[in-house]
Structures are given as C-alpha cells and as structure tokens.
C-alpha cells in the first residue's frame, strides 16, 4: 500500500507541476493577478509529494521490500543500511527521481531567495521551471516508475553494484546533479527575459548568483567523482576521459564562461547575445549528459540504462528545449543590440578571449565525445577517443585561456593603453620570470616545467591583483575574494594534476612473503595475505609495510573482495600526505604465498581535489557578495 501512495504521489506531483504552468499562465494572460501568484503555492505542493515519493522509494529499500522491481533489482538484506539509503539513486528509475527532487528543490529555493523580483519576472522563471519538471516527470512515469511491483517477488534480491557500495554513492550523485540541474536556474532567467522582451539588469544581477552557486556544486561534484574513481577503482587515476565524465565537464566550461560573461553583461551591458547562448547552452549540455548516461548508447562505469525508449524520450525531450529556447533566441535577437564598444585592450576583450577560448575547449571535448558514437550509429566503424587526442587538442586552448584569465582583472573597462598595463605589470612578469628561472635548476620534465611556470603565473598575478586592490581602496567584497580563491585553485590543480601524470611511478609486480621492493626512496615489504567476511562479501586483506629512511612511516592493507553477487572488487590502501600518496592494490593470487600487487608512487594528487575545493569555496563567496542581496534595480542595462 506504501509503495502506492508513492507512486500516487509522482501523479500528484506532475499534477501540481501542470497547475503550475498552467494556472499562472492564464493569470498573466488575463492580467489576473490571484491566478499568477499560484505558481508558487502550485510548486511547494509539487515540492511535497516528489518528496513524499522519495521518502516511500527510501523506505521500500530500507524495509527490503522485493516486491518493488527496482529494489530487488539493486538491494539485498546483507546491504548496509546506508548503501540501501544511497541506493536509492544508485541505478536508473531512481536516479531521475532524485533529478526531479533536486529541480524542484531550486525551484522552491528560486522562489523564496528571489522575492525582491516582480512579480511578473518570478512568475515566468517558475512556469519555466514546471514545464522542465513536467519532462522529468512524464519520464519518470511513462518509462522509469520507481515503483513498478513484482508479479512474483524474489526471496532475495540482486545487490547493488559492488562498485556502487561505498561512501561516494552518498555524496557524488547528489552533488552532481546540485550543479547539473542547478544549470536549470539561468536558462530559465533566460528565457523569461526573451519571453516578456526585456533583458535588463534584473535577470543578469539576479541569475549571476545562481550560476555560481550552480558552478559551485558542479565542480564540487565533479571533483568528488574524481576522487571516488582514484581511490575506488583500484588502477590510480584521477581522470580517464570517460564519455560520461566529459558529460559533466563540458557543461563545467560553460558554466565557466557564463560566469565572466554575465558579469560583463551586467556591469557594461555588453555580451547579451553570448551570454544568453552560455546559459542556453549550459542547461542544453546537462540534459545531453542526461542522455548519454541513460540512453544506452554509450558503454560506461556511469551508464545507467540500456532501454531505446528512454533514450527516444530524451532525446525528443533535448530537441524540445534546445530547439525552442534556439528559436526564442532568434525571435527576440533584435533586443541584444548593443551600442557598448571597446578596445582590443580592455578588461572586456580579455574576457571575450578567455570566453571563446573555453567554448572553444569544449567543443573539442564535445568532438571527442560524440564523434565516435555518431560514427558507430551510421555503421561507419568504431574508433576509440582517449587521452592522446584529448591531450593533443584539449590542453594547448586551455594553456592561453590561462594566460589571459590572470590579466583581464588588470585592464580597464572599455579602453586601456599598453604603457599603463605594461607598468603596473612589469615587477609580476619579472617575478614570473625570475621564480620560473629559478625552477629549471630543479625541474627536468618539460611539462612539469610549463606546469611550474602557469602555477607561477597564477600565484603572483593573484598576489598582485589582491595587493592592488587593498592599495586602492581596503575593501575586499566577496566577490573578489572568490575570485582569487578561484584562481588559486585552478593553480594547485594544474602543478598537482601535471606533476603526479608525468612523474608518477607505477610498478605491477610479483611479490613474495617478506620481499622489499623500493620506489622512490619508499621501501615497501609484502607480509602476506589474510582471509576475512563482512556482512556482504568476503575476501583477502594484504598485509604491507612502508618504510622510508628505514622507519616504518605506514602499514597498508589493500583487499581483494568477493561480493554475495560472484562480483570481484579491489579495494587499495592509500597513505595519503599533500606531498604524495602511497598506493597499492591487491592483485591475483600466484601460488606459494606470492601475489601480483600494484604500487603507485604519486606526488602532489591531493593538489587536484584541493584546488577543486577552492574552486567551489570562490563560487560560493562570489555567490553572496553584499551586491546581490541589494534589492534590484529596474533600469535597463542597454536595450
């Protein structure tokens, strides 16, 4: 009966995402102002039963109810209790139900924070929004119920992927689509501006926050999943170019781009058209990490289905939006007329630069991406896109893209001449020049090298933008701060993912019982093996010692584990420090007391996750900058 009302509750919810479109559009139709100011009473109740739903989804997992397809097909009684809660979005039907949960979360969140709207704006940004919930509903419903019933239920039900049993199925997901839906959030400021033809400064002042905070969340997501993959997948990286991880990169550079490019727009009225084409294509570029995940047409650690029908529904569903919000653009092209000019030196064409250069970025990820699934789908062959490509193509736009995102902050509005940017930048690139100097007496490795001298670059510029600002006025807003803390990460992830890929060390070796092996000065010494059982599987724990200098700095313990399923799982040992980690997995058993192990030597890897924290802790301090909680102000910027 439960289960029922959960699934009663989805029909509730798409029943109140319709009235929410619905009702508000008749009230500004008609000019009736007690019918557009439904929307938001329509969303809380839409709010409330998608919750509902999920709480029923969350307790058939923990009760073990296998009469639920989706709960015998991902859960079983030996589960933790916590994976069963994370199960929940572990797998396809409901992942999308926890998609749908999160959209309408920002949506209620759009609807309180942003009150100091008119009300008219408000209204169209949550009409927007319901009919972006009515998709994800209608999906849910006609091809991904979460609360299908069994015809004969299963004593026991299949377990969730092993892969899948671990703490960062609690956090990544939910993370992820924080950022992935939170995209949501401009398209539909957007598109309300070209619906009711005024693009001012009320959507750019008050869609900038949001974009950060959407942009926050993703690169925390994306850091996450990245961490989760290095020290779960038991093979050491960080990054592997994955279709599905480049799904939620591509979005990310966007993301990026809108970010700079609304603030032009909203400081210079400059950029509209690009601008409304970022949040346009930010919003578009998550459904198609949608579609690519659950389509089926691309094999994937993330891939979550392998159903046409639902790959159909969703693309129908992305050339809906895409094309509609292309066509609106088109028609309302004529309001983005700009008479603002400047010179090729100024603050707006370094960021116009660094704009193009990201989109530029990723599109030679969407190239990468696509190409050989659109090859494979006209029988044209199957090619394989990995790291040299993206190597090749990718990082040579980026490195100037990184160049110019530590000047533009130097130059002036509008128009700046040489001289002046020359000497108040002069001492930094002497600096630059001098520390760089300074590091090829220790540095051999050419792209460590060119790695050292953009940390360098980064570091001083941002010293210098920080020590400038204080001379000129005191003040630090917010803002600024984020910024800087922002750059500074993309700082510490560029040495940290350079320096562990190029002088990381990797050893696959055969090890016997007492046995020393030496790696970069870490002598390691293989003690055995031990057998043990969990709850939900069993298996072998290794047994090894780190030793530097001859003390004994670690003792390690990477298992080999066999799930209830038959499903093997390595699961590495990690001694971790800011200036290396230690890393070894268990490999196959060889006979005699000897195993086959993996031991990594990896310098500064902590450096990405870490500047990707920092990227996400600037996004969010630029988020709550003292302008954005003024009340906003109703003259147009341009027209």
């Not at 049993?165 to 949501?184: C, K, R, S, T």
């Not at 170019?241 to 909203?266: I, Q, R």
Request: glycine share 8%.
């Amino acid at each position: 009966m439960l289960v029922e009302l959960g699934h009663f509750a989805l029909v509730l919810s798409l029943a109140f995402a319709c009235l929410q479109v619905i009702l508000p559009t008749i009230g500004l139709l008609r000019s009736n102002l007690a019918l557009a100011q439904l929307s938001r009473p329509m969303l809380w109740a839409q709010f409330f039963w998608i919750f509902v739903a999920f709480v029923v989804l969350m307790n058939a997992f923990v009760a073990d109810d296998f009469s639920v397809k989706y709960v015998a097909s991902n859960s079983n009684t030996e589960l933790p209790d916590m994976f069963k809660m994370s199960a929940v979005w572990g797998a396809h039907e409901g992942s999308l139900l926890l998609w749908a949960l999160i959209l309408s979360g920002w949506s209620v969140a759009v609807s309180v924070f942003s009150k100091r709207l008119p009300g008219e704006v408000l209204n169209h940004i949550l009409i927007i929004l319901g009919l972006i919930s009515i998709g994800f509903l209608l999906f849910l419903l006609l091809t991904s119920n979460p609360f299908e019933r069994l015809d004969i239920i299963p004593v026991q039900g299949r377990e969730l992927n092993p892969l899948l049993q671990d703490f960062g199925l609690i956090i990544h997901p939910p993370m992820l689509y924080m950022g992935y839906v939170g995209m949501a959030i401009p398209f539909a400021f957007v598109l309300s501006s070209l619906i009711r033809g005024q693009l001012d400064s009320t959507w750019l002042r008050w869609s900038r926050p949001w974009t950060l905070v959407a942009w926050a969340f993703l690169t925390f997501g994306i850091t996450l999943g990245s961490w989760w993959a290095y020290y779960e997948l038991g093979w050491g990286g960080w990054w592997f170019w994955d279709p599905v991880e480049n799904a939620s990169f591509m979005p990310w550079l966007v993301a990026t781009a809108l970010v700079h490019s609304l603030s032009v727009s909203e400081k210079r009225g400059a950029f509209k058209h690009w601008t409304v084409l970022l949040a346009i294509a930010g919003f578009s570029l998550s459904l198609l990490g949608t579609f690519l995940v659950r389509s089926g047409i691309l094999t994937s650690v993330h891939s979550f289905a392998a159903d046409p029908a639902r790959g159909a529904f969703i693309l129908v569903f992305l050339i809906l939006v895409i094309g509609s919000s292309l066509a609106l653009y088109a028609w309302r092209a004529s309001l983005m007329r700009s008479s603002n000019s400047f010179s090729w030196l100024s603050k707006e064409s370094g960021l116009l630069i660094n704009n193009i250069l990201l989109v530029a970025a990723m599109l030679s990820v969407f190239l990468g991406t696509l190409y050989p699934l659109l090859l494979d789908s006209l029988g044209l062959g199957k090619i394989s896109v990995g790291a040299p490509y993206f190597d090749a193509v990718f990082v040579p736009i980026m490195i100037p893209a990184i160049l110019v995102m530590v000047i533009a902050p130097f130059l002036r509005w509008k128009k700046d001449t040489l001289a002046r940017s020359a000497k108040l930048l002069s001492p930094v690139w002497l600096g630059v020049g001098v520390l760089f100097i300074a590091s090829l007496f220790v540095v051999e490795n050419t792209y460590v090298a060119l790695a050292v001298f953009l940390f360098i670059w980064i570091m001083l510029h941002s010293l210098a933008l920080l020590f400038n600002r204080v001379r000129q006025n005191g003040q630090l807003g917010l803002a600024f701060i984020g910024m800087i803390l922002a750059h500074v990460g993309i700082a510490i992830f560029l040495l940290g993912a350079t320096v562990t890929t190029q002088l990381g060390i990797e050893k696959d070796i055969k090890m016997d019982v007492n046995q020393p092996i030496t790696v970069k000065g870490y002598q390691f010494v293989f003690k055995g093996v031990d057998s043990f059982s969990h709850e939900n599987y069993q298996g072998h724990k290794g047994r090894v010692e780190a030793y530097y200098d001859g003390d004994l700095i670690a003792s390690l313990n990477p298992e080999k584990r066999q799930y209830v399923t038959g499903m093997p799982m390595t699961e590495a040992a990690i001694d971790p420090s800011l200036a290396r980690d230690l890393y070894v997995a268990l490999g196959e058993s060889l006979g005699g007391g000897a195993w086959s192990l993996r031991i990594y030597y990896k310098p500064l890897i902590r450096w990405i996750w870490l500047g990707g924290l920092f990227i996400s802790l600037g996004a969010l301090l630029a988020a709550f900058d003292r302008r954005y909680r003024l009340s906003v102000r109703r003259s147009k910027v341009g027209s």
